[in-house]
T-cell receptor
């Protein structure tokens, strides 16, 4: 599986935007970029995914670099409920592939 | 159902005992995954089912661990002769299709297994 690199932790103030970076320099042309988050004492929750173009949904936006070697998950207005561990994962297409989790970025949101 | 259901939510067992953990995936999801998560770590893949068959069991740590999905819906993870090192949260996820990166997973809340 292609590897991703994320900062161990980040902090944000409530109501401010948060940009969570992910590096994936060994991404292949058929890998999707997936983001999940895990709130305390819960299972991971799907956030967003994309292939080449930027993506928006009700939870977040995903900005993908032109060379696809990095991406950024954008939370437009952080709330206390967004405090979680955020995982950036590459998932191959066309194969029976599994998600391989790293250690993710622990996001702290303060008032 | 609306989500992935895992039962029990908590299980305490004595070392050496046998345990079964159950997962009810989202109706119609053909792919089902089991993961294990230790404190402070990301989820670790155990096994993946596509329909009734185990398409990838490369993550099962040893032959004490076994999983089945006989009718292509509910799955049971079975652990024989439990050890204290098996203590973890066991997560189940389902997806509309296992092949292809264009599908997200839906996870259950997990079963917290404690072996004493």
């Amino acid at each position: 599986d292609a590897k991703t690199t994320q900062p161990n932790s980040m902090e944000s103030n409530e109501e401010e935007p948060v940009h969570l970076p992910c590096n994936h320099s060994t991404i292949s042309g058929t890998d999707y970029i997936h983001w999940y988050r895990q709130l305390p004492s819960q299972g991971p929750e799907y956030v967003i995914h994309g292939l080449t173009s930027n993506v928006n949904n009700r939870m977040a936006s995903l900005a993908i670099a032109e060379d696809r070697k990095s991406s950024t998950l954008i939370l437009h207005r952080a709330t206390l409920r967004d405090a979680a561990v955020y995982y950036c994962i590459l998932r191959a297409t066309g194969t029976a592939s599994k998600l391989t989790f790293g250690t993710g970025t622990r996001l702290q949101v303060t008032l | 159902g609306a989500g992935v259901s895992q039962t029990p939510s908590n299980k305490v067992t004595e070392k050496g005992k046998y345990v079964e953990l159950r997962c009810d995936p989202i109706s119609g999801h053909t792919a089902l995954y089991w993961y294990r998560q230790s404190l402070g770590q990301g989820p670790e893949f155990l096994i993946y089912f596509q329909g009734t068959g185990a398409a990838d069991d490369s993550g099962l740590p040893n032959d004490r661990f076994f999983a089945v999905r006989p009718e292509g819906s509910v799955s049971t993870l079975k652990i024989q002769r439990t050890e204290r090192g098996d203590s973890a949260v066991y997560l189940c996820a389902s997806s509309p299709n296992g092949a292809g990166g264009n599908y997200g997973y839906t996870f259950g809340s997990g079963t917290r297994l404690t072996v004493v």
